[in-house]
């Protein structure tokens, strides 16, 4: 578990931590504990402070300087065996020359996309070069960027949790400081590496993973050169050689040569121009002579030459990079097709070839389709992931490779080579500002699980249990509808254990077993198979108050069909995904589903389920769930009625809770609710249904501008902007993919654009506020608020969005702009700090009486999406209420995204009593590892609350 928090100092000697931050974490006031920012460590009295920023800690100016941490960053925490841990710290080992220009604030492509992809990951990155480590006190000077200056600087900085060596292209004199620094880190055991070797030998990387049956069809045949004859045999063999340096990388060292017409042919780069010299098949010696002066004193290889595709004339090839993902497991980052220059044998840019997209080329090379096509890239993808696993079991672990792969004339797939420290800048056509590139998100990704990683290894020795094969034999018992429970276990339990396990709201007598032979939690692949649990999942496991064990929770999402249309095709959009990926990380197992996937008969649902062992997406047949997460299945008009007999069986079922007690709100219904609370009322526009021509004129002649809205539209559909400018002149304006605008001189002619515009909908007329504006565009603040692990309502943010070009609504849809609310009120608003923060504390305070009503009016919420407005006098506005709130704009702002997508699953946990509060049970994780025929090992963590 973890949280973020921002880092101040004082000139105090004590430590003080938010009363959420100590609750979260069960720390205790007045209490000495350690704290850890990268290899650096203090011990400090922590305090509590009721009033402090729930995302503060303040540290005592001594302490800072002996952590060496800066004073106004962002970061991860987290609590490790009673020991406050910051970060994660990741150093980024450069040459001097990468760091001048960071120096100069001119820093390389590279440095600006990962410290923007750390924007969200919240750990703190720096980069450093050789001369300046101070090994004794552990730290280094370090470069990085301070938002809040928005330059680079540079100070004493830990040495890191994560080394990412990036360092290539050191002068002679440098290297054997570098070597040094190397080794250093490599004895260190609280530094993890990306990679565990900074480069791959061509010929040894060959040697090695060759005799793998799997991977050796797609390797060319290659040796290392001794002696000229190799050469002419190697040449008489295939007609098509590559000649190549053992350690060079960006095509430099590479030799082409082709045996053609009774001829030498040879390709090679002089003054970054393509030349060919072509030498009798007679004259071996000048060829000899030739590849000698080009290698000098340089090891090189001989290698097969694949007849490479091409496309009129240019060869065609590969460069896909692989990285580790927040689950250490491989993941395709990008993958591009290098189309070389005519006649060049070789496709890297550096010698002239061009970047493109697989999609975009191959259909037209191969004269397929783009579904054959999408087809052959993931064929490739698999077997260079295969490849990497193999390269990782001969090398040690890595956390990136760039791997050229090839398709020959025949289609068949060869891998050309490996590098350890790929190229990963952008495309050109890439706006590295405004995106993050997944290259280097991965990488912090990857860091945070390292780091995470060696905090489980830790917990190891006092936490978890490891599994052992199910053995048949020794317990002489029926191999299938097993389950084996260590005694140690069992006697944590007060209650008699039965024999049923429960997952869902589905259950399944078994065999229990309670064995003293066995520290581990054991059972049959049948009983993993009906729990419908994939490989690698890790869900939560404990004993009921009558001593049955419970898995779970089990929380099935409601979407609609073009959502699981796209997960069926791998084009998962990232709500999808974020989803996906903070239910895994809490160990909630979760399942997407439509309106067609529902098997009421059998109490079953086909669901889609990430694999994070596979990257891919699974369907399985799951129980009905713990939680239902209903995020508006079924919305089209001819699904709505299937959907609405889902919702209404599954309201039904006990059992199943809800994050939402409802999926949508009625803007009409809400009004007549909501308006009838007297703390409420003073903040609602004037809202009136449309009846007649009469009410509508009445209410412009009062506003001169009024908002038309249906009762259900979402995402700034279905609202009109009314303005009233003269006696019988109207203009009104809508978003509909585009702004349309038009005026109008009766009342009557605007009633019947507007209807035709709603189709005939019920609509109702909504006072136009005086709103912010910036630069004439209106201003709102969507607030989002979620219920966390206790069921406690959290304010998750307050992004401000500023509407594009006069647009009548604010929706991202719409091309709004985005920003924080203290950027946005601070810099663009130019708001003094008096003036912010009451209207924050204003806006919250609003919120919190929204909650309870909406609450008190429609049942149990578990997230909210609220519309706040505020007018040039600085009152605030509540707008309108969303049972379904987007992530969008969190997602565009970047603060909070994995806490939002998180809250709703830590919820449900709370919901279905997996939050683990009842101290007297016994509660556990289990781990599924591999499966054997009638037998499955698997993993335990046990945690005893």
């Not at 974020?578 to 895994?584: H, V």
């Not at 203290?822 to 003094?832: P, S, V």
């Not at 999406?865 to 049972?883: H, L, M, R, T, Y």
Request: charged residues 30%.
């Amino acid at each position: 578990m973890d949280s973020e928090v921002k880092i101040e100092k004082n000139n105090e000697n004590k430590c003080y931590i938010s009363k959420k931050i100590m609750d979260l974490f069960l720390l205790n006031s007045g209490k000495t504990y350690k704290i850890s920012f990268g290899n650096c460590n203090v011990e400090c009295e922590i305090n509590v402070l009721n009033n402090i920023d729930e995302k503060k800690i303040i540290l005592p100016n001594k302490y800072m300087k002996e952590l060496n941490v800066t004073p106004g960053v962002d970061l991860n925490i987290s609590v490790i065996n009673g020991k406050i841990v910051l970060g994660p710290v990741i150093g980024v080992f450069i040459n001097p020359r990468y760091l001048d220009d960071i120096k100069k604030q001119d820093a390389p492509i590279s440095a600006i996309c990962l410290v923007k992809a750390n924007e969200i990951e919240k750990a703190f990155v720096y980069f450093f070069s050789i001369g300046e480590i101070d090994w004794l006190n552990k730290r280094t000077k370090g470069w990085y960027f301070c938002k809040n200056f928005n330059k680079w600087r540079c100070r004493w900085v830990p040495l890191p949790d994560v080394l990412y060596d990036r360092g290539v292209n050191f002068y002679l004199d440098e290297k054997k400081l570098v070597n040094d620094y190397r080794k250093q880190f490599k004895y260190s055991d609280n530094i993890h590496v990306i990679n565990s070797r900074d480069y791959l030998d061509k010929y040894w990387l060959y040697e090695k993973i060759k005799h793998n049956q799997d991977i050796i069809q797609y390797l060319p045949y290659t040796i290392r050169y001794d002696k000229p004859e190799d050469i002419l045999k190697m040449l008489y063999k295939y007609k098509k050689v590559y000649l190549k340096s053992f350690y060079g990388s960006r095509g430099t060292e590479v030799l082409p040569i082709e045996l053609k017409d009774n001829f030498f042919v040879l390709s090679y780069y002089k003054n970054n121009k393509l030349k060919q010299d072509k030498i009798n098949e007679n004259n071996f010696k000048e060829l000899i002579k030739t590849i000698t002066y080009f290698f000098k004193d340089v090891k090189f290889v001989i290698q097969q030459g694949v007849n490479l595709l091409d496309d009129d004339g240019c060869l065609l090839d590969m460069r896909i990079l692989l990285q580790k993902n927040e689950f250490g497991k491989w993941v395709v980052s990008s993958s591009e097709v290098r189309k070389g220059e005519k006649k060049s044998l070789i496709t890297n840019e550096s010698r002239g070839g061009i970047c493109l997209d697989f999609k975009d080329i191959m259909p037209k090379v191969l004269s397929v389709s783009k579904e054959k096509t999408k087809e052959l890239e993931e064929k490739i993808h698999h077997i260079t992931i295969k490849i990497a696993k193999k390269i990782e079991k001969e090398y040690g672990d890595f956390g990136e490779l760039g791997m050229d792969m090839a398709l020959d004339e025949k289609l068949n797939i060869w891998f050309i080579e490996a590098n350890s420290k790929p190229d990963k800048d952008p495309a050109s056509h890439i706006d590295i500002y405004n995106t993050i590139s997944p290259q280097f998100l991965n990488t912090i990704l990857y860091s945070k699980y390292l780091k995470k990683s060696e905090m489980g290894e830790k917990m190891t020795n006092k936490l978890n249990m490891e599994f052992q094969k199910l053995n048949s034999n020794k317990y002489n018992n029926n191999v299938y509808n097993t389950v084996i429970i260590p005694e140690q276990i069992s006697n944590i339990i007060k209650y008699p254990i039965k024999t049923k396990i429960k997952f869902g709201l589905k259950e399944k007598p078994i065999n229990l077993i309670i064995s003293k032979d066995t520290k581990n939690i054991l059972c049959t692949e049948d009983v993993l198979e009906n729990l419908g649990i994939i490989e690698g999942k890790m869900p939560n496991i404990k004993f009921d108050s009558q001593g049955n064990i419970k898995i779970g929770p089990y929380v099935g999402v409601f979407v609609n069909k073009g959502t699981i249309r796209r997960i069926n095709e791998g084009t998962a959009n990232e709500r999808i995904i974020n989803m996906a990926k903070a239910s895994n990380e809490l160990n909630v197992i979760t399942y997407f589903f439509t309106i067609d996937d529902v098997d009421w008969w059998n109490k079953q649902i086909v669901g889609r389920i990430y694999n994070y062992d596979k990257n891919v997406w699974e369907i399985k047949k799951m129980p009905f769930p713990n939680v239902l997460y209903d995020r508006g299945g079924g919305f089209l008009p001819k699904q709505l009625e299937k959907a609405k007999y889902i919702r209404k069986q599954m309201n039904g079922i006990e059992g199943i809770k809800k994050i939402n007690e409802q999926h949508y709100f009625s803007k009409w219904e809400n009004h007549k609710r909501f308006i009838k609370y007297d703390e409420l009322a003073p903040y609602l526009p004037e809202t009136i249904l449309y009846n007649n021509n009469d009410v509508f004129e009445e209410i412009l002649d009062k506003y001169k501008e009024v908002y038309l809205k249906t009762f259900e539209g979402s995402n700034g559909k279905e609202i009109i902007r009314v303005k009233k400018h003269k006696d019988n002149e109207y203009e009104y304006d809508f978003f509909c993919d585009e702004i349309t605008k038009k005026n109008v001189d009766s009342i009557n002619i605007l009633v019947e654009d507007v209807k035709k515009i709603f189709k005939n909908k019920k609509f109702l007329i909504q006072q136009g506020i005086d709103v912010l504006r910036h630069q004439n565009n209106k201003i709102d603040i969507r607030v989002l608020v979620q219920k966390n692990g206790k069921g406690d309502w959290v304010i998750t943010s307050m992004p401000v969005r500023i509407a594009n070009n006069d647009c009548p609504i604010t929706s991202t849809r719409s091309g709004a702009d985005t920003f924080s609310f203290e950027h946005a009120f601070r810099e663009i608003l130019k708001f003094n700090e008096d003036d912010i923060s009451k209207v924050k504390n204003e806006i919250q305070k609003l919120c919190y009486m929204i909650i309870k009503s909406t609450e008190k009016e429609f049942g149990t919420f578990g997230e909210l999406g609220i519309d706040i407005a505020v007018d040039q006098s600085k009152n605030v506005w509540f707008i309108e209420v969303n049972a379904k709130p987007g992530k969008d704009t969190i997602m565009i702002v970047g603060e909070d995204v994995n806490k939002a997508y998180s809250l709703p699953f830590e919820y449900a946990k709370y919901l279905s009593g997996f939050n683990y509060n009842n101290k007297e049970l016994a509660n556990s994780k289990i781990k599924i590892k591999n499966r054997l025929k009638n037998q499955i090992e698997c993993e335990v963590k046990k945690t005893i609350i």
